[in-house]
């Protein structure tokens, strides 16, 4: 069995450069290190090649960005295992050691589909520590209803050594896609949950400095620069989460369809969809000073969803595939197209 650690890395200076070297200390045969550098920082480029060898790979990609420089990570690894690293959070040797122990550990089959364990979150100059439970029964509902019980803080894919079969299709996925509102990680941290075990160490191994993103003003920010830079209208904010839901519903779908599982899987991809609901009711809320073309609308929507007691995704789909025509016809024609193609599998195909 193999390991490839991707770091896609677009920071420069000496702290991403020292993280970047605690990855590469755990080179060997048995693992790959992969660094795909965007940053377009000289300085850190020619530091980096010199550390080009056996088992470390160091590629230049100034001009691409953060969805084609993992493409590209990926396509250079060769490893039964991925895990995706990051140049501004701070690895535990010691932590991380036991994390890859587990992964080769022979009492665990390969068809395990994530490895991970605690870590560590820097809120206020205060340490405090998250742990994810092993998500391992053999009913996906039940790994579902476990995971939501859980699990606190950040995702899966941050912390994990995930089966490559995951990867590479969450990374086809999102590249393919014309208008990306869901946060990557959510959506691979689902079909891990539904389609595979996780096992965890109680060691911690990652200590991740940042504020919580669901309640930031950059989360914000973010989303208005990615509506305007696509030319839609920015009172999708108001209805960001309920793209979410419909997103992660049809992500499910594809990979179900696509990978040959069986409909055992329809109820724990039902229950993941409306659990995530009875989450939206306590995230969603109104950004009065982002108006938008179409706020009062966007709100009429968002209320009415907020509100369901009973979720029909068929009507779901249909409200917001009205919305986003009413935003913009030809853009969201694409993206609408794109959601049929990903829930028939298509895009997901082994053939």
């Known amino acids: 069995m193999k390991l490839s650690i991707i770091i896609p890395t677009n920071r420069a200076g000496r702290t991403a450069i020292s993280i970047i070297c605690e990855y590469i200390a755990f080179a060997s045969d048995e693992i790959e290190v992969v660094i795909v550098d965007n940053s377009g920082n000289e300085e850190k480029s020619d530091f980096l090649k010199k550390l080009n060898g056996k088992n470390i790979t160091y590629i230049c990609n100034p001009d691409v960005n953060g969805k084609t420089n993992l493409k590209i990570g990926m396509e250079q690894a060769s490893g039964?295992?991925?895990?995706?690293?990051?140049?501004?959070?701070?690895?535990?040797?010691?932590?991380?050691?036991?994390?890859?122990?587990?992964?080769?550990?022979?009492?665990?089959?390969?068809e395990v589909s994530a490895f991970t364990g605690r870590y560590y979150l820097d809120r206020s100059g205060e340490f405090q520590s998250f742990k994810y439970n092993p998500l391992d029964h053999d009913s996906p509902t039940e790994r579902v209803m476990s995971f939501f019980h859980s699990a606190g803080g950040l995702n899966v894919i941050l912390f994990s050594v995930i089966r490559r079969k995951f990867v590479e299709m969450f990374v086809k996925y999102y590249n393919n896609h014309p208008a990306v509102f869901h946060f990557n990680d959510l959506l691979l941290t689902a079909s891990i949950i539904i389609f595979g075990k996780v096992y965890a160490t109680n060691s911690p191994f990652f200590i991740?400095?940042?504020?919580?993103?669901?309640?930031?003003?950059a989360s914000l920010s973010t989303h208005l620069n990615y509506y305007r830079q696509l030319d839609l209208d920015e009172s999708l904010t108001v209805i960001h989460d309920l793209l979410l839901s419909l997103e992660v519903y049809h992500y499910l779908l594809g990979i179900k369809k696509g990978m040959g599982f069986s409909d055992d899987y329809n109820e724990a991809i039902i229950r993941y969809f409306q659990i995530k609901h009875l989450n939206l009711k306590s995230t969603l809320r109104y950004h009065p000073e982002r108006k938008g073309k179409y706020f009062k609308e966007a709100c009429e929507l968002r209320e009415k969803w907020v509100n369901k007691e009973i979720l029909g995704i068929e009507e779901l789909k249909k409200d917001i595939s009205e919305f986003l025509v009413m935003v913009n016809p030809e853009k969201m024609k694409g993206y609408l197209k794109f959601i049929e193609k990903v829930s028939s599998g298509e895009l997901f195909s082994t053939e």
């Open 80 to 110: 039964e295992y991925i895990f995706i690293g990051t140049d501004d959070d701070v690895l535990l040797p010691s932590g991380f050691d036991s994390l890859i122990q587990l992964v080769f550990s022979s009492t665990y089959g390969v």
């Open 208 to 217: 991740y400095d940042m504020l919580n993103w669901n309640s930031s003003e």
